[in-house]
DNA sequence: CAGCATCCTCGAGGATACTG
DNA sequence: CAGTATCCTCGAGGATGCTG
């Protein structure tokens, strides 16, 4: 089982199934943390983000931030206030990875319309 | 590891829970596409993918394969040969994808360490 | 070889109610 | 304000068998 390293020399991209990129797209791939970390541009209070987050439930949040936390990528924090509040912001590492993921965002943004016609043309190819 | 673009401290980052990174992420967070993608470095058959995808059954693959194709990432061709073959390769658009997923495969095998001790740090924390 | 047709499992995500 | 505690829905993914 032990997978020999052949896999894509030409490309260069070392993604295997098994590998480590698997375990952060896992990380990221929910319905929504990477807008729980795109919103973390600055420190948040938590119904401040789910206010932002449309149709987030209270119980969900609270499960997204945690995963975030225990990865690392969120630092939470007790605010002794009145009603007690719970802050939430990037840790440097969290910071980092926003890099990396701007490139896809704007690869997204360069090529939405060509996926688009590519959708729909094969679905009307399909259906009619 | 410190870019100097400075870009993550700021808002920069385009991303939107209602915008086309989502669409994205919806079509690559599946088990498989990302997997399937980095193996097309040449075209490929059927079975050959299913073979590298250890675990996959023919259904979920051809699912996978289907999305791929209608999103104009992946194109299949059928072979006119004796058993019926099935030929599936990158278009140009799913090779430019390859790019800025590699920025994201960077980051993760340079801080995967590092998030897994937060995450083992967490779970003692916890105590799990 | 490369599928499609069924049936089934399992967990992410949601609805709702309650609380320190 | 920021959570728990239950209960429920729904669909991705898997198991198995059949076929042009």
Redesign the pocket.
């Known amino acids: 089982m032990a997978t020999t390293l052949e896999t894509s020399a030409t490309v260069g991209i070392g993604y295997r199934s098994d590998g480590p990129s698997r375990l952060i797209l896992d990380q990221l791939a ?3 943390s990477m807008t729980v970390l795109a919103f973390l541009d600055r420190p948040r ?4 983000i ?1 206010r932002h987050l449309d ?6 949040l ?4 945690r995963r975030l936390e225990r990865s690392g990528l969120v630092a ?1 924090r007790v ?1 002794t206030t009145s ?6 912001s990037l840790t440097p590492l969290g910071e980092s990875l926003l890099e990396p993921l701007s490139h896809l965002y704007a690869w997204t943004d360069a090529n939405l319309d060509d996926i688009r016609a590519h959708q729909l043309a094969y679905d009307q190819r399909v259906r009619g």
């Open positions: 929910d319905k929504w209070r938590f119904n401040e789910k149709g987030v439930t209270q119980r969900v609270t499960h997204t931030l939470r605010l009603p007690i509040g719970v802050e939430y």
